[in-house]
């Protein structure tokens, strides 16, 4: 047997599918896409009050504006006015009431993108104002909450601490974060006959934009169809949010009886859609002398915005991962998911995982300043390990890469030798002080809601051996398309030229799930795994018949099919398959075994495995100022036998850089009035070329195949190097401390803006002395 | 509103068009001119996906009015590849060392680094990430971008070293 194997197959660093035409800007977006005859433009009219009654909505000059052709509000609505992914009852647009700054109250379509936009500036609304819930805090203190709050539970977390040699109180928190995808949400909606839609959405979740269009519209799902080809960015934004965009669109074009475009501008963008949660964090800990966590009585607030939206996933999903990588033997976290008059909160890579794992850090150095260690002394003391090594929710942690992960990163990162010179430049330089932190974490791969651990996938080969490939997860830029080909080209052994990927469509694949949770080449490769298994079982037949041998003995590789010493190509042996009457076409459906939650009593197995990852991370502040640099980052990351090492590899790089700007940039800023102070890139800084490490390698752990028997033992890759970014924050608190001590640097929040760290090197207060020398100048 | 006629050289070809005068660039070259590898990202001149060439200049063109560039000399994206669709340095090395993931900044960003390397033929890392500031990516963390930069420098020396031995 000719024993060649295809080059374009798994564990190659395929180029993404679409980058020849990214470069040459061919690549389309929806917004590049032809229009049709008679487009209408939309426009969205949005609150400016975070919380009030609508006594008065003037339309009529909006809508006798040149060029509009329709201004619809709840009331035009003809299905049900409920955007709500989860809970009943979520407004697409305000009706009465409106919750936040920045709501939607009514959709406008017009000849033109400006006639629109001009016309909405005509709208006249009379408010009356009611009391407005705009922090964490607030809505605590009023027991607003979006769902029930929820508690997890092992051991005895108060007895623990009780009993334990030493305890300590603690608070943290942690900004929010906008997704800032570069292609703002979009939509095009147009009209079919008999009362169908077909949508294009820039959506992360074709199947919810379909529900929620088809609930606006009064209309069967199977009435409403959703395409997406690519999606300029999403990162969660595009999960549950993009629905909205759709739904507006939908209603718009139903009513015209046109195409309408809605294409968001960066500001309605912000103003209109959610938001990574901000978060605050009280705890309790008893430990003994060695810094060892006997007991943690946590809670964690999260700022869940006007409605609950996704907001109660999130919370588990943060309170899933306050243990990161540690063994906590007596445990209560309690999640408040918090009634704000601020933005719907929604996904945001990480999904409240990034939120848990960040709480946990406050507790690790806390317990190092009491007892004189050094934090990372008291993060390696409290690492899972053998028999302590099951979550707080009861789950086995099953192969646990943390020690080789860190033991790999101390020579690739020359820890020892850096923290040298480190310590002696601290001690010469007057007013730069710099720290180095290593740091591992791990994340739970699956949707924690069991349900959602579902895919399908749609494949044809044709009878020149070509194949087309459909499943239902989207391309944002991750590169699961060109994955799910390569493992469709593994599977047939066929070059990946071979496989031609196609727009994710409700017509295709029905009843999906979000690409989210890291789980789309996990859930979707298997899907298109299975759709290629059943083809190839049928094709295999067919060669058994015509060589005269088993099908079992039949082998795909390097093109052709061969059995015995005889072969034929793939190609021919498709067309004989056509010849003989056999089905080339098959859908594949994958569940992810073994998994389990429950809800109520937050235990269970929702996690099919975890990923790792470690990093050293070492960071410089100016004292004088405030700023910060990240100097240098090293990180290992296990992403199992990886389908893609170029595409994770990016996937690391690309998580980390945002991860970073969360801890140290981006910063959402709403006035006392609750309104969004940072709506564009003018205010809200996310990272440039210029704000990350120069110094940045990223490796792949070696010869670390999924101990699961995923995709081809590979690893999820999309959130879990995003949350290794919370190292640039501690590294930044190390300096802190390295410049005045660590009662200081425990009163920095993040983000670590060069305003927070004035105001923790002052100890809290505005009250360094360069923060009061340049009051008395009045100098801000 | 009254239109007003402006022309201009898009990528070698002279192009001779009405226009409202509130026209923005951006918007004439995407949907007049079906020129749409230029992108809109934030329509304040911070993200720089519309990124066009402009007499020498990189240009966010979300904020110059089309009447403002009367007799330009412009580049886009559509015009970095040769007429026999051969790519261009900057577009191989982009495609070839995985300088993007969603594609959106590509366009904006690869005019930015045909500008930059015209300014600079042979720059450092750090003169890159300062050259290319203006232009954001929300997906890579700009290392792979800094690489097909250098990557790029690199073939386009040796392109001109081929064509003075030539």
New interface residues.
């Given amino acids: 047997m000719n024993a060649r194997v295809i080059a374009s197959g798994v564990h190659q660093?395929a180029?993404?599918d679409?980058?020849?035409?990214?470069?040459?800007?061919?690549?389309?977006?929806i917004?590049?896409m032809?229009e049709p005859e008679g487009l209408l433009h939309g426009w969205v009219i949005l609150s400016d009050r975070a919380h009030a009654r609508i006594l008065m909505l003037d339309l009529s000059s909006v809508e006798a504006a040149e060029g509009v052709v329709c201004v619809m509000t709840a009331r035009d609505i003809p299905g049900l006015n409920d955007a709500g992914p989860i809970m009943k009852g979520e407004v697409l647009l305000a009706d009465q009431i409106v919750e936040h700054e920045g709501q939607a109250i009514a959709i406008i379509a017009a000849r033109s993108f400006?006639q629109a936009r001009d016309a909405a500036k005509l709208v006249r609304v009379t408010y009356e104002d009611l009391p407005a819930y705009l922090t964490i805090e607030a809505a605590l203190q009023a027991e607003r909450f979006v769902v029930a709050p929820l508690h997890m539970q092992r051991g005895d977390a108060a007895r623990a601490i009780a009993e334990a040699p030493h305890c300590l109180s603690g608070e943290t928190s942690a900004g929010g974060q906008d997704?800032?995808?570069?292609?703002?949400q979009i939509a095009v909606a147009t009209p079919q006959e008999n009362g169908e839609m077909h949508i294009f959405s820039s959506t992360q979740h074709p199947t919810e934009v379909q529900h929620i269009a088809a609930r606006l519209l009064a209309r069967p799902y199977a009435a409403i169809t959703v395409e997406v080809r690519?999606?300029?960015?999403a990162?969660g934004g595009k999960e549950s949010h993009a629905s909205l965009i759709a739904g507006m669109a939908a209603l718009l074009a139903a009513r015209c009886g046109e195409p309408v475009k809605l294409?968001l501008?960066?500001d309605v963008d912000m103003l209109l859609t959610g938001k990574r949660h901000d978060t605050l964090a009280r705890f309790s800990v008893g430990f003994d002398d060695a810094g060892r966590i006997l007991g943690l009585d946590m809670m964690i607030a999260l700022r869940a915005g006007h409605v609950a939206d996704l907001s109660g996933p999130v919370l588990t999903r943060a309170l899933c991962h306050v243990d990161n990588v540690y063994w906590l033997p007596n445990v209560k976290v309690s999640g408040y998911a918090c009634k704000t008059n601020t933005v719907s909160n929604t996904a945001f890579r990480g999904f409240g995982g990034p939120q848990g794992m960040f709480a946990i850090e406050a507790v690790i150095v806390r317990i190092a300043e009491r007892l004189g260690l050094s934090s990372e002394a008291v993060r390696q003391i409290n690492h899972y390990g053998p028999g302590q090594d099951t979550t707080p929710y009861g789950q086995s942690i099953g192969e646990n890469n943390t020690p080789r992960l860190l033991e790999e990163l101390k020579t690739a990162a020359d820890i020892a030798r850096r923290r040298g010179e480190i310590a002696q430049f601290n001690a010469s330089h007057p007013y730069i002080k710099k720290a180095l932190v290593t740091y591992a974490v791990k994340f739970g791969i699956s949707f924690n809601l069991p349900s959602l651990n579902q895919a399908g996938a749609l494949l044809h080969v044709y009878t020149d051996g070509s194949v087309h490939l459909n499943h239902g997860g989207t391309e944002?830029?991750?590169?699961l398309y060109v994955k799910v080909a390569q493992i469709v080209a593994s599977c047939f052994q066929i070059e990946r030229e071979h496989v031609h990927i196609s727009s994710t469509r409700t017509d295709k694949i029905p009843n999906t799930s979000a690409t989210a949770a890291s789980s789309g080449s996990d859930i979707n490769g298997m899907a298109a795994k299975a759709a290629a298994d059943i083809i190839k079982s049928r094709m295999a037949a067919i060669a058994a018949a015509k060589f005269g041998g088993a099908a079992d003995d039949v082998v795909f590789s390097g093109g052709y099919v061969y059995l015995g010493n005889r072969s034929i190509s793939f190609p021919d042996l498709a067309q004989l398959c056509w010849a003989e009457r056999v089905s080339l076409s098959a859908t594949g459906y994958y569940r992810t075994p073994d998994i389990h939650f429950d809800q109520a009593s937050m235990t269970g197995s929702p996690f099919y495995y975890f990923s790792y990852g470690a990093c050293a991370t070492e960071a410089a502040i100016d004292i004088l100022t405030g700023e910060n640099r990240i100097l240098r980052v090293d990180i290992i990351h296990d992403t199992g036998a990886s389908l893609n090492p170029?595409?994770d590899?990016?996937q690391i790089?690309?998580?980390?850089?945002?991860g970073q700007g969360w801890m140290t940039m981006e910063e959402l800023v709403w006035d006392q009035a609750g309104r969004l102070r940072t709506h564009?890139?003018?205010t809200y800084k996310?990272?440039?070329?210029?704000d990350?490490p120069?110094i940045?390698n990223?490796h792949l752990l070696a010869d670390a195949p999924n101990a699961k028997p995923t995709i081809f033992r590979s690893k999820a890759i999309g959130e879990p190097p995003f949350t290794l970014a919370i190292s640039c924050f501690l590294a930044i608190q190390e300096a802190v401390a390295a410049a005045a001590g660590w009662p200081a640097a425990l009163t920095l929040c993040a983000p670590a803006t060069p305003e927070a760290i004035l105001r923790a090197l002052g100890g809290g207060k505005e009250g360094s002395a360069f923060c009061e020398q340049k009051a008395a100048k009045k100098l801000f | 509103m009254k239109k007003s006629p402006v022309s201009m050289t898009i990528n070698g070809q002279p192009v001779e068009e009405l226009v409202e005068p509130?026209t923005l660039l951006i918007h004439f070259l995407?949907e007049q001119l079906?020129?749409?590898?230029?992108?809109?990202?934030?329509?304040?001149s911070?993200?720089g996906?519309c990124t066009i060439d402009l007499d020498g200049k990189s240009v966010k063109s979300c904020t110059i009015f089309t009447l403002q560039a009367e007799g330009a000399h412009i580049r886009?994206?559509?015009g970095?590849?040769a007429a026999d669709g051969t790519?261009h340095a900057?577009?191989?090395a982009?495609?070839?060392k995985?300088g993007?993931?969603?594609?959106?900044?590509?366009?904006g960003m690869?005019l930015r680094a045909w500008r930059l390397l015209q300014e600079n033929p042979d720059p450092t890392?750090?003169e890159?990430?300062?050259g290319?500031?203006?232009?954001?990516?929300?997906?890579?963390?700009?290392?792979?971008?800094?690489a097909a930069i250098k990557h790029a420098a690199i073939l386009m020396a040796g392109a001109q070293q081929k064509e003075a031995a030539e």
């Fill in positions: 660093s180029i993404h679409s980058a020849a035409r990214h470069v040459q800007g061919s690549a389309l977006y917004d590049d032809k400006a997704h800032f995808y570069l292609e703002t690519r999606m300029g960015g990162f294409r501008s960066r944002m830029g991750q590169g170029a595409v590899i990016g790089e690309g998580g980390f850089v945002q564009a890139p003018s996310i990272p440039t070329s210029r990350v120069p940045f990223t | 509130r995407r079906n020129l749409t590898g230029a992108h809109i990202g934030c329509e304040t911070h993200c996906a886009t994206i559509e970095m590849a790519l900057l577009q191989e982009f495609r070839e995985h993007l993931q969603c594609g959106y900044c590509t366009p690869i890392d750090a890159i990430r300062f290319i500031a203006g232009n954001l990516c929300r997906c890579t963390g700009y290392q792979n971008i800094v």
